[in-house]
């Protein structure tokens, strides 16, 4: 699991981006990549572009603070792979109750929700 996008500690040096991301699963496909941050923290319409339908893990840690992009987090949502997407927070800058509120708010399925917030990562750890 890596931080992806922009970092606000460092905002002119972003370490991974969603292409970089990209060219790390074709090089690896067996990879287990998590990419926190929705694949791309104030970056979604590059995770549209380079990692939708890749066999990347994304979070949905700090959605909640992106009022800019949320149309675009809800399309991500809607178009990666629904097994591939793992709830997150990123306490103590968001809150869970903000980030559960997201998710709750996002125009997917309640199966999809499901495998957000706990079937997913249920599996991916083997619980």
């Given at each position: 699991?890596?931080?992806?996008?922009?970092?606000?500690?460092?905002?002119?040096?972003?370490?991974?981006?969603?292409?970089?991301?990209?060219?790390?699963?074709?090089?690896?496909?067996?990879?287990?990549?998590?990419?926190?941050?929705?694949?791309?923290?104030?970056?979604?319409?590059?995770?549209?572009?380079?990692?939708?339908?890749?066999?990347?893990?994304?979070?949905?840690?700090?959605?909640?603070?992106r009022?800019?992009?949320?149309?675009?987090?809800?399309?991500?949502?809607?178009?990666?792979?629904?097994?591939?997407?793992?709830?997150g927070?990123?306490?103590?800058?968001?809150?869970?109750?903000?980030?559960?509120?997201?998710?709750?708010?996002?125009?997917?399925?309640?199966?999809?929700?499901?495998?957000?917030?706990?079937?997913?990562?249920?599996?991916?750890?083997?619980?």
């Amino acid at each position: 699991m890596v931080h992806t996008g922009l970092d606000p500690i460092s905002p002119d040096l972003i370490h991974a981006t969603p292409e970089m991301i990209a060219d790390v699963i074709k090089k690896h496909p067996r990879l287990t990549f998590i990419a926190a941050h929705m694949g791309g923290l104030m970056r979604a319409a590059e995770v549209l572009e380079h990692l939708v339908g890749t066999g990347v893990y994304i979070d949905t840690s700090l959605c909640s603070k992106r009022p800019d992009e949320r149309e675009l987090l809800h399309r991500i949502l809607r178009e990666h792979d629904s097994d591939r997407i793992l709830f997150g927070t990123d306490t103590p800058w968001s809150t869970p109750r903000k980030e559960v509120a997201f998710v709750e708010e996002a125009p997917i399925s309640d199966a999809v929700r499901e495998k957000i917030f706990s079937g997913n990562a249920k599996r991916l750890l083997g619980l």
